[in-house]
T-cell receptor
Framework: GNSVTQMEGPVTLSEEAFLTINCTYT??????LFWYVQYPGEGLQLLLK?????DKGSNKGFEATYRKETTSFHLEKGSVQVSDSAVYFC??????????FGAGTRLFVKA | ETGVTQTPRHLVMGMTNKKSLKCEQH?????MYWYKQSAKKPLELMFV???????ENNSVPSRFSPECPNSSHLFLHLHTLQPEDSALYLC??????????????FGPGTRLLVL
């Protein structure tokens, strides 16, 4: 079946550091891939998505590229801010109605 | 008001109480979902509705009873809950259930504490 694996956290960075959160997936066919972010006390917000191989999703300085050859969708940001502290979820949606979510990676950014 | 809203945002209830969670989406979507998010556990899909019809009940105990009167509203009726049901309950919606139109948009959640 479909699955998503993302790096365990927490990830702790200083402000302005480079961020990478790894995500790999297993799926048949060509799923759509997503990153969601959850700030403390809130629901999940869609951060970015990509629907086919080599697509790059981007939003708020974050970006991720759909790599079918490595079945990966790593999240990157060139310079993180304290306000980026949150939990980040990688997800995929293939055929069928279920979106498969990763376990989440907590990010702490220190001033 | 835009997006997906949920009320109440916080709820404390005893094990013998009956309460309901409400979700409303203003996105014109046709599919709605209930998820349970517990500490240190993956997000759990509970129920899925498409055009008001339930398409998934993910082995959820009968003390949770969903209701979808129309495509914009989704309720989760709660009765005789257990302390382990304490969690964040998230509602989401999507245009439909297809891969192409299935991007889910979430509400802020209801934080439930069962005493």
């Amino acid at each position: 079946g479909n699955s998503v694996t993302q790096m365990e956290g927490p990830v702790t960075l200083s402000e302005e550091a480079f961020l990478t959160i790894n995500c790999t997936y297993t799926a048949t066919g060509y799923p759509s891939l997503f990153w969601y972010v959850q700030y403390p006390g809130e629901g999940l917000q869609l951060l970015l998505k990509a629907t086919k191989a080599d697509d790059k999703g981007s939003n708020k300085g974050f970006e991720a590229t759909y790599r079918k050859e490595t079945t990966s969708f790593h999240l990157e940001k060139g310079s993180v801010q304290v306000s980026d502290s949150a939990v980040y979820f990688c997800a995929l949606r293939g055929g069928g109605f279920k979106t498969i979510f990763g376990a989440g990676t907590r990010l702490f950014v220190k001033a | 008001e835009t997006g997906v809203t949920q009320t109440p945002r916080h709820l404390v209830m005893g094990m013998t109480n009956k309460k309901s969670l409400k979700c409303e989406q203003h996105l014109g979507h046709n599919a709605m979902y209930w998820y349970k998010q517990s500490a240190k556990k993956p997000l759990e899909l509970m129920f899925v509705y498409n055009f008001k019809e339930q398409t998934e009940n993910n082995s959820v105990p009968s003390r949770f009873s969903p209701e979808c009167p129309n495509s914009s509203h989704l309720f989760l009726h709660l009765h005789t809950l257990q302390p382990e049901d304490s969690a964040l309950y998230l509602c989401a919606s999507s245009q439909d259930l297809s891969k192409e139109q299935g991007t889910q948009y979430f509400g802020p959640g209801t934080r439930l504490l069962v005493l």
